[in-house]
T-cell receptor, first 116, second 118 residues
Framework: AQSVTQLDSHVSVSEGTPVLLRCNYSSSYSPSLFWYVQHPNKGLQLLLKYTSAATLVKGINGFEAEFKKSETSFHLTKPSAHMSDAAEYFC??????????????FGKGTKLSVIP | GAGVSQSPSNKVTEKGKDVELRCDPISGHTALYWYRQSLGQGLEFLIYFQGNSAPDKSGLPSDRFSAERTGGSVSTLTIQRTQQEDSAVYLCASSLVGVGRESTDTQYFGPGTRLTVL
């Protein structure tokens, strides 16, 4: 079984300050991990993904995430928040479950607000 | 088009009516997923299609829900006798499934259909 816990349902930061969105996972297998972003009334957009090639993953829009196996964490960070970063962010763990099937588990999401 | 498209973007219906939601995946993508996003519930997996294999229906919440995928491309999610608790955003995603146990597959999502059952 696998699970994803996003530790904060809502994070508020000032424009220009760092962003930290926390994600912990549980998986019996070596997982692949993703962060998706969803802007209001828009679909989910892939920010970045971890596939065991490197523990520090760089994504779009200046975001990055570090896979820490010892802490079972995959926190999302950005050095300086921009107003356009205000959105909901989802941490996702996925594993191949055979016969071409992928099991995905989504976290409940973290809503990021950016204060001018 | 380059991305996953869904129609309609919004659907308002009365309790008890049937609705059909459509998804056009990215051309060439063999895997197609349906999810439901409800307020306070996060994203919930509904059903998965891969090529010509039997779909994985393990996430469908009741027998009022069904889905088809014709010709390995377009998919339709049907909800019969809609209830107010069916109100949600229904998201479709597609992916190009690799061969073997490499679980690096990325899903590309459509904009969703917002369903409101009155």
């Amino acid at each position: 079984a696998q699970s994803v816990t996003q530790l904060d349902s809502h994070v508020s930061v000032s424009e220009g300050t760092p962003v930290l969105l926390r994600c912990n996972y549980s998986s019996s297998y070596s997982p692949s991990l993703f962060w998706y972003v969803q802007h209001p009334n828009k679909g989910l957009q892939l920010l970045l993904k971890y596939t065991s090639a490197a523990t520090l993953v760089k994504g779009i829009n200046g975001f990055e995430a570090e896979f820490k196996k010892s802490e079972t964490s995959f926190h999302l960070t950005k050095p300086s928040a921009h107003m356009s970063d205000a959105a909901e962010y989802f941490c996702v763990v996925t594993r191949y479950s055979g016969a071409g099937s992928y099991q995905l588990t989504f976290g409940k999401g973290t809503k990021l607000s950016v204060i001018p | 088009g380059a991305g996953v498209s869904q129609s309609p973007s919004n659907k308002v219906t009365e309790k008890g009516k049937d609705v059909e939601l459509r998804c056009d995946p990215i051309s060439g993508h063999t895997a197609l997923y349906w999810y439901r996003q409800s307020l306070g519930q996060g994203l919930e997996f509904l059903i998965y299609f891969q090529g010509n294999s039997a779909p994985d229906k393990s996430g469908l919440p009741s027998d009022r829900f069904s889905a088809e995928r014709t010709g390995g491309s377009v998919s339709t999610l049907t909800i019969q006798r809609t209830q107010q608790e069916d109100s949600a955003v229904y998201l479709c995603a597609s992916s190009l499934v690799g061969v073997g146990r490499e679980s690096t597959d990325t899903q590309y999502f459509g904009p969703g259909t917002r369903l409101t059952v009155l």
